[in-house]
């Protein structure tokens, strides 16, 4: 999955690509050992909170052509998630070895 924080700013910040896991309901994601609860449209470019800092986030399924950031960021990718992201959802096998990239975004500020 795509995790973005939403920064200070509540509009861009540091985003990883990594493995997360679903709550029953599917209301609420867990990742790196945090709890993320949906804010159900509420939130301004962001679609989850972390329960214990409510700071935002983005968090959604990677896109195939990695364009998955509304403004320009740095993505990490997880060592447990990077070479099936590279060779299964981006289709790039020669890249399996890169542990990050930058990410235009869709808009620019």
Known sequence: MYIEYKGDDGI????????VSFSKTGKSVYYRGRLFVGLRG???????????????YWISG???DGTDALYSTTV???EDAREEY????RHK??????????????YSK
Do not use: H
């Open 86 to 89: 590279w060779t299964q959802i």
């Open 93 to 106: 096998p020669e890249l399996k070895a890169v542990t990050s990239f930058k990410c235009a975004g869709k």
């Open 76 to 78: 990490e990718i997880d």
């Open 62 to 64: 990677c896109k195939k």
């Open 12 to 19: 861009e910040g540091p985003a990883r690509i990594g493995r």
């Open 42 to 56: 509420m939130g301004f470019k962001a679609n989850y909170a972390d329960a214990e800092t409510r700071e935002f």
